[in-house]
């Protein structure tokens, strides 16, 4: 079997007849003054932290860089932004208990240090123009090092994204190769909603340089012109022959930037997966299951897309929230796509959005004018929220009914709870 057939296979072992949630959400660990944290600093708490769990310490390039509980993973991103990542659970209250042990165990750590968490889609001093990301230091690894190096090149964002961005993220599962195909499908015409129902910015009219007409969705912005070969919406999603095979291909034509085996990374550039096996730089046949597995799993790390397709569907369209409200987007999120009903209606009221042009349309147009955006079939972008909100409520537990009133709060700008 050729590698590219093997990652068919791999998002095909993905198929599940569970209702998983998996939430992550990345943190800025910031002083009084705004300034986050250093990377020596918190890989040493990392690791001591970790050791103190009896967890299993995930380590890169020699560095401590994040444990794993057996409930949930924590990592570290390029400037030090603080991740958890929990296991797929289907009951918020546990994804809530779960969090709240993570918190409640680091709050102080960071706290007696002179630092606490914060949660927003771009660091603010950076969103406000007080900082330029360019002086903030990267993590050592050699894996972001090749990377913005890279991306200097490819858009206007990369230190942007990389420096001072950070969101939350949610994975839901699929039970077949259609199931897989609408979810995606539906979740990627909705996304322009979940964005800015997930905004979360410290100033309402602050803006990006050279994008003062667009005050919305920043860190959108920032992936958006960070990389048109890995960003974006995932190519030939909408077409009608899209599924496993095609998804492959994306995953094996995205060029890589670095590759890493063993904790080590190495500089391929431009290369894609396709290229690394016929110029023999990966040699399939020489490779065991566990490698090639590790292989698959890298070149789906390195696409940027809004959606990852990788054993789940991974969402990566909203900021980095407090956790009540990222609570709310996942009861969201359950009410939305673990609903046939709800994704049958979608569906057909979004039959007309049939180009990935036209959700990116959307995407620009909430961009300039937010909640009161015009999009599909002139409706607010308010209006379709509200109508998300209630065909979830329809289809949810009493119980996730109350974590739902936590997604329809739109922020009062530098009031945010961390």
């Known amino acids: 079997m050729d590698l590219k057939k093997e990652i068919s296979e791999y998002i095909r072992s993905g198929e599940s007849n569970e209702e998983g949630l998996g939430l992550e959400i990345e943190h800025f660990i910031v002083n009084s003054e705004g300034i986050q944290i250093g990377f020596h600093e918190i890989s040493s708490l990392i690791n001591q932290v970790g050791k103190m769990l009896g967890a299993d310490i995930i380590y890169m390039d020699g560095y401590p860089v994040g444990y794993y509980t057996g409930e949930y993973s924590t990592s570290l991103e390029p400037a030090c932004q603080f991740e958890i990542s929990i296991n797929p659970y289907s ?33 603010p001093l950076v969103e406000m123009g007080a900082l330029d990301p360019s002086d903030i230091t990267l993590s050592p690894k050699k894996r972001y090092k090749y990377m913005d190096a890279y991306f200097e090149h490819s858009g206007k964002y990369g230190k942007y994204m990389m420096r001072a961005s950070a969101s939350a993220q949610v994975s839901i599962d699929y039970k077949s190769e259609e199931d897989m195909v609408k979810k995606l499908r539906v979740l990627e015409k909705i996304s322009p909603i979940l964005m800015i129902m997930m905004e979360n910015k410290t100033e309402e009219k602050s803006a990006l340089k050279g994008a003062e007409d667009k005050p919305h969705l920043l860190r959108t912005q920032e992936w958006d012109d960070l990389d048109p070969d890995r960003t974006g919406f995932v190519p030939f999603s909408l077409d009608r022959d899209f599924g496993y095979d095609r998804m492959a291909d994306v995953i094996y034509s995205t060029p890589l930037i670095l590759l890493t085996y063993n904790g080590d990374t190495t500089n391929v550039g431009h290369q894609c997966a396709r290229e690394l096996v016929e110029n023999n730089i990966i040699y399939i046949d020489e490779i065991d299951e566990n490698r090639r597995k590790s292989l698959i799993e890298h070149f789906m790390s390195m696409g940027f897309f809004h959606f990852r397709v990788k054993k789940y569907i991974e969402i990566r369209v909203a900021d980095s929230v407090p956790i009540e409200k990222a609570l709310g987007y996942v009861a969201l999120l359950k009410g939305l796509v673990y609903s046939e009903e709800n994704l049958n209606i979608l569906d057909k009221e979004l039959s007309d959005v049939d180009s990935i042009i036209k959700i990116q349309n959307a995407v620009e147009e909430i961009e300039r004018n937010g909640f009161d955006a015009a999009i599909y079939d002139g409706r607010t972008a308010a209006e379709w929220a509200h109508y998300l909100v209630r065909l979830a409520k329809a289809s949810l537990s009493s119980k996730d009914k109350e974590y739902l009133k936590n997604v329809r709060a739109i922020w009062n700008y530098g009031k945010q709870a961390s």
């Open 91 to 123: 009951n918020l209250d546990e994804i809530r208990r779960i969090y709240e042990e993570f918190y409640e165990l680091w709050e102080p750590v960071f706290r007696d240090r002179g630092y606490h968490f914060l949660t927003n889609g771009n660091l």
